[in-house]
């Protein structure tokens, strides 16, 4: 397989900028390493779908490019077992009418040895005569690893995280239950994704840290693909930024409530600007596991509405189209090898959207911030510091200067449209391979 450009080497390809669009993978004029021929894909994700973000924008991609894409899932929720989509024919676990439903959700788990997967995953790529097998992450890899092999077909790790370090992560804010020892033990997936790594024909990754980490592990880098968690050129906001001359600094931040993503320090901050009297109004979009703990925190800080407002859980479509009307888009997540390895989608978000970037110093996120000029950088866990990029913003004329070059470095280098092309390339060619 061919090495595939970095976003900051590879040029822009020319189009229209729809969504999602690319030209079709299987014409004789393909470049090399593109399939063509319409293949079919069968591309496993561990969770219910819909909807993850990054499954329905790959998958969208590779039907519009003309293959055939089966989308396996877990299936909690009692959803028909097989349902036509428009990115994808998604075929879901069946489930045990006969057993109880914890029993069914615990033998579905996403465990790396499950026998109901292992089946499963067998069963569809079987029926469906798939030329490849696609895995979102390290949980379910080794059963597609497993699958593959037998049928004789390549398969492709999508690592949207470093998944050994998240779990780290997580058990580090203290959130450890009784069997986490077993289905999510940091120690485990490390040995498993070293195990799985130098066997796969394939791995993409969301960011040039993760990149260079998955080389250093001894994959070949021809094998290691930058396909990142970008917007597609269409909806890149060109509309003018919020009113400058407004006095209130509106911020949002979007993604999970949780304690590693930083909020604690957001609210602290928040404070520190309310007991200024800084005009503020910052708002909360998402859900999560701690999410009544940080409104309650926010209580205890005396950060009452329009101060501090969380949203829960709103549709995509809705938090988008609300952000545009904000000034800074917030990311405060916390530094740490977590981080320092993957990108949020948040962040792209931000920038097409027309809004100024605030983020923790974590490794990319610092890296292309700094690089593109579209906002500011504080140090981690460090209220003090967040509420003085905060205070900076302020100011109409830099947070406009800054939102112009998060748009322009969108347009010119961070969208879906170009990690599109990297993703058809590497799928054709480890088939072709």
């Known amino acids: 397989m061919r090495a595939a450009p970095t976003p900051d080497s590879a040029a822009a390809p020319s189009g229209s900028g729809t969504a999602w669009r690319a030209n079709p993978a299987f014409t004789e004029n393909a470049p090399a390493g593109r399939a063509r021929r319409p293949l079919s894909i069968c591309m496993v994700w561990q969770a219910d779908y819909p909807w ?43 489930r045990w009418r006969w057993a109880p439903q914890w029993l069914d959700d615990v033998t579905t788990f996403p465990a790396f040895l499950n026998p109901r997967w ?108 930058l396909v990142s968690n970008t917007p597609p050129l269409a909806r890149v906001d060109l509309r003018p930024a919020a009113p400058l001359g407004e006095d209130t600094l509106r911020v949002v931040y979007l993604g999970r409530v949780e304690a590693q993503r930083g909020i604690g320090t957001l609210l602290e901050a928040a404070a520190l600007l309310r007991a200024e009297g800084f005009p503020l109004a910052l708002t909360i979009y998402g859900g999560g596991v701690d999410l009544e703990l940080f409104r309650q925190r926010a209580g205890a800080l005396a950060l009452a509405p329009p101060t501090v407002v969380f949203r829960g859980q ?67 866990r460090d209220a003090a510091d967040l509420a003085h990029a905060l205070r900076r913003l302020r100011d109409a004329t830099v947070r406009r200067e800054a939102a112009m070059r998060g748009r322009a470095a969108v347009q010119t280098t961070y969208h879906w449209e170009r990690d599109v092309e990297r993703l058809l390339d590497v799928v054709g060619s480890v088939v072709a391979g």
């Open 52 to 94: 993850d973000v990054r499954a329905e924008k790959i998958a969208a991609a590779l039907t519009e490019a003309g293959h055939r894409v089966t989308l396996v899932a877990r299936n909690r929720l009692a959803r028909p077992e097989v349902e036509q989509l428009p990115e994808a024919t998604v075929r879901r676990l069946p």
């Open 118 to 225: 292992l089946r499963h995953i067998l069963q569809v790529a079987r029926h469906t005569r798939a030329d490849v097998i696609l895995c979102r992450d390290l949980p379910l890899a080794v059963p597609s690893l497993l699958v593959a092999r037998r049928l004789g077909i390549p398969v492709v790790l999508d690592m949207a995280e470093n998944y050994p370090a998240m779990l780290r992560l997580r058990r580090s804010t203290g959130r450890r239950r009784v069997w986490d020892d077993i289905v999510r033990n940091p120690a485990a997936a490390q040995r498993i994704e070293r195990w799985v790594l130098p066997r796969l024909d394939g791995v993409l990754v969301v960011v040039e840290e993760s990149r260079q980490r998955v080389i250093a592990m001894g994959v070949r880098p021809a094998r290691v693909v």
């Open 314 to 380: 709103v549709s995509n479509a809705t938090a988008l189209s609300e952000i545009a009307q904000a000034h800074v888009g917030i990311i405060p997540h916390w530094r740490g090898e977590h981080c320092n390895t993957t990108v949020p989608n948040k962040l792209f978000d931000y920038m097409a959207a027309g809004l100024a970037v605030v983020t923790s110093d974590a490794a990319p996120l610092k890296r292309i911030v700094e690089a593109c000029g579209c906002g500011l950088v504080y140090q981690d």
